[in-house]
């Protein structure tokens, strides 16, 4: 005869049945290369080090205090310069990154990027390491390589400090938003 007690003693919830739930454990790994400094570097990164930390003093940032200037350099040798601007309507902003990026979009289209620097500076405190991007620019990042089809070298670099030199933006972003099925596939159609 069935009863409430028997139930229960031969009943196993199906969340407690762990055992048989296939599940793989995985990982990325990151190569990049760190320098103490930008001697260290070749001589055109070293440069566009130099032109990062001078993308500073156009940076608009009266509510972080925070500037951040990016350098970016072009196949042809021309060198783009960005910085943060800062809005009171704070997520009218755009990052540094972006701000070069877009204008290479508008103002070189077609333009193969080979390299960027990304370097920050604040009178509040001082940055002892190299600052890295938002997850937003680098999907921005990963969108320019895919326009271009080629990987783009990134210099993170801690003014007086550490560079840190990462080869294409899946070293950064792994988890990159792409979905080939959406829009023209055929990106280089829709180079300027
Ligand atoms: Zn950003």
Redesign the pocket.
């Known amino acids: 005869m069935f009863s409430i007690s028997t139930f229960f003693l031969y009943y196993v919830p199906p969340h407690f049945i762990v055992g048989t739930i296939a599940m793989n454990k995985l990982n990325f790994s990151v190569d990049y290369e760190a320098y103490e400094g930008i001697e260290e570097l070749a001589a055109n990164d070293k440069s566009l080090c130099l032109d990062a930390v001078q993308a500073l003093n156009t940076s608009w940032s009266p509510y972080s205090n925070f500037k951040?200037g990016t350098a970016v350099r072009l196949a042809g040798g021309e060198v783009v310069l960005g910085s943060?601007q800062e809005n009171l309507a704070y997520p009218s902003g755009?990052?540094?990154?972006?701000v070069a990026l877009f204008t290479i979009g508008a103002k070189y289209p077609g333009a193969i990027i080979e390299s960027m620097v990304i370097t920050a500076h604040t009178d509040n405190f001082k940055i002892t390491t190299p600052v890295t991007?938002?997850?937003?620019?680098?999907q921005?990042m990963a969108e320019f390589e895919r326009k271009q089809g080629k990987e783009i070298g990134v210099l993170f670099y801690c003014i007086d400090g550490k560079v840190l030199k990462v080869q294409g933006i899946k070293s950064l972003l792994p988890f990159v938003f792409v979905e080939d099925r959406l829009g023209n596939t055929d990106l280089t159609s829709h180079r300027g």
Do not use: D, H, I
């Open positions: 951040v943060n755009l990052c540094a990154e972006r991007c938002c997850g937003a620019c680098l921005v």
